[in-house]
């Protein structure tokens, strides 16, 4: 609100009306909340404050993008650098306190940079079963003249328990094949096209096909730490079903709900700031009428660069949005 943007620009913002329309939608806890109650709502509340009001055993799938272990100011709140053992008594502060709402089958994701990182798997291990680290590459990030530009950041992906949810299928990424190989003139493990040779290669723990929302993106939000909504979409395909239930208590701008509401999913998210809830509200009511997912079509997550003139002719499916891209939603720099 309030900033001069250019014409193409194409952030999400509030006009005052809107962000009092929206207040209403959101929700407060003062008591023991009953799942009819949670399901597909914003809580706008210190999470804090309402950890003992939430049900047990009712979430699925758990996203949790924390303030990483820096000064750093999110609107009207702000978060202090700490010594490394004070950050790891405030993870497990807020962690130890949402083990009770999960399934003995759901899947616990935590994001963090190189200062954090080290902490979240400690609190993690402490609780649950450790079942990899993600490095993602984000562009996004000046350089340094005395240091390594900090070009990267961790997911650490956890479980309850043996039992939990991984659709390898739903997951996989179409890549460029640069070097076709044949085998009796037919192609081996790769499929041709009129728009150029692909192939379909399982997913790895280092996701490079991933661009940080910015001014051109439907989905960008003034939010300074926002994560990309096929982001989400991978760790939401790959470890949850259809009507799951995913909790994201630190939602900022509303990313995780908003690609559950596009993948057939039900969401909780938790924001303490005002605005930043009302902005998520807004996202999906939009949600409701585009499902697109920059850089996810045809039911598969296509590397960077590699989604071009095919999309012209595929409609934007609204009911499956998650299955088709348009191009209207989409440049080549951000698939």
Known sequence: MGKNRAPRNRTVTLSESEKNNFSQKLITLNGK??????INKTINQNLFSLLDYLPDSFIDL???????????????????????????????????GLIRTLKKTAS???????????????????????????VWEREKGRGAKTNWKNNT??????????????????VKL????????????????????????????????????????FWSMPENTDHPTQKPEKLLAKIILASSKENDLILDPFLGSGT???????????????????????????????AES???????????????NTLHEQVKSIPNNKNKGSDKLSLSNCNESSN
Not at 33 to 38: K, N, R, T, V
Not at 108 to 134: H, L, M, P, T
Not at 290 to 304: A, L, M, N
Request: glycine letters at 4%.
């Open 108 to 134: 616990i994701f935590i994001c963090g940079d190189y200062r954090s990182s080290a902490a979240i798997q400690q609190v993690g291990e402490k609780y649950f079963k450790v079942r990899n680290r993600i």
């Open 33 to 38: 909340a009953e799942f009819s109650q949670l």
């Open 290 to 304: 585009d499902r697109t997912i920059q850089g996810y079509s045809d039911g598969v997550f296509w590397e960077r």
């Open 62 to 96: 758990l996203f949790v993008d924390p303030p990483y272990n820096l000064n750093k100011t999110f609107n009207s709140n702000s978060f202090r650098e700490m010594i490394t053992n004070d950050y790891i008594e405030w993870i497990d502060s807020w962690l130890s």
């Open 153 to 170: 950041e961790d997911i650490w992906y956890f479980t309850v328990s043996d039992e939990f949810t991984f659709n390898l299928n739903a």
């Open 256 to 286: 995780t709900s908003v690609t559950a509401k596009k993948l057939n999913r039900n969401y909780l998210g938790i924001e303490k700031d005002n605005t930043y809830a009302c902005i998520a509200e807004k996202r999906l009511q939009l």
């Open 174 to 213: 179409k890549k460029k094949v640069l070097a076709p190989y044949r085998v009796n003139g037919k192609p081996k493990d790769w499929e041709e096209s009129e728009n150029g040779n692909y192939r379909l290669t399982h997913p790895s723990n280092f996701w490079t096909d991933l661009t940080v929302p």
